[in-house]
């Protein structure tokens, strides 16, 4: 018989990537970090004044203080989607992989992005593939981004797209505390990274007694 599948060495975890305001304690990103073993949350020094390359620098450092090649799923809200682009964008450039140096980002759930125009920051953000499985979740009645242009960003960074309907911000104030959906979403995102590292682990003799 084929030989048992490997364990998986390196965790899979959650980076909660906050917006404006720092998602308070009663937004779902703050419900869904407690949901999750491990899950870290990225802190910026000033929460007020967003700065995308700022922003961007703090995943930076959160992801590489993490264990030598731990598997990170982001989930990132509003301004937070756009400090993610940017950091995957940045890490990309420099051909960053996970080498010893800490983690890397695998998977992101990008929900209500706020609008790159607002903030002045097309031109920094990337206008093509995010180089990672993505899932973007927006609303029909988002005063931060619509609908059409938050469905153009998803095309454009390669996310596939959910729409929620008429679900405001998508937080605390429109009603997103507690929300199954994102654990539900962020639980397939970590078993498809668990689904791959085990096919890249296994020789295809194993693969047949994996079936």
């Known amino acids: 018989m084929g030989s048992p599948l490997p364990l998986l060495c390196n965790p899979v975890r959650v980076l909660i990537i906050p917006g404006l305001n720092n998602s308070g304690a009663d937004h779902w990103q703050t419900w869904l970090g407690t949901q999750y073993q491990d899950s870290r949350r990225v802190h910026q020094a000033d929460w007020a004044h967003p700065d995308l390359a700022a922003w961007s620098e703090q995943i930076d450092h959160t992801v590489e203080r993490s264990k030598p090649g731990t598997v990170w799923v982001a989930v990132a809200h509003s301004f937070g989607c756009l400090a993610l682009a940017h950091h995957l964008d940045k890490a990309s450039a420099r051909g960053h992989e996970s080498n010893g140096t800490g983690g890397r980002i695998h998977a992101a759930l990008l929900v209500a992005p706020a609008d790159p125009v607002k903030f002045n920051v097309v031109q920094h953000l990337p206008h093509t593939g995010l180089g990672i499985p993505s899932l973007m979740i927006g609303?029909?009645?988002?005063?931060?981004?619509?609908?059409?242009?938050?469905?153009?960003?998803?095309?454009?960074?390669?996310?596939?797209?959910?729409?929620?309907?008429?679900?405001?911000?998508?937080?605390?104030?429109?009603?997103?505390?507690?929300?199954?959906?994102?654990?539900?979403?962020?639980?397939?995102?970590?078993?498809?990274?668990?689904?791959?590292?085990?096919?890249?682990?296994?020789?295809?003799?194993?693969?047949?007694?994996?079936?």
């Open 139 to 211: 609303s029909e009645n988002d005063p931060w981004m619509s609908l059409d242009r938050a469905q153009s960003w998803a095309k454009r960074w390669g996310s596939r797209f959910l729409n929620l309907g008429p679900a405001g911000h998508i937080n605390a104030e429109s009603g997103h505390g507690a929300w199954p959906l994102a654990r539900l979403k962020v639980d397939e995102l970590i078993r498809d990274q668990h689904r791959q590292r085990r096919l890249t682990q296994v020789s295809p003799m194993d693969l047949q007694y994996a079936v």
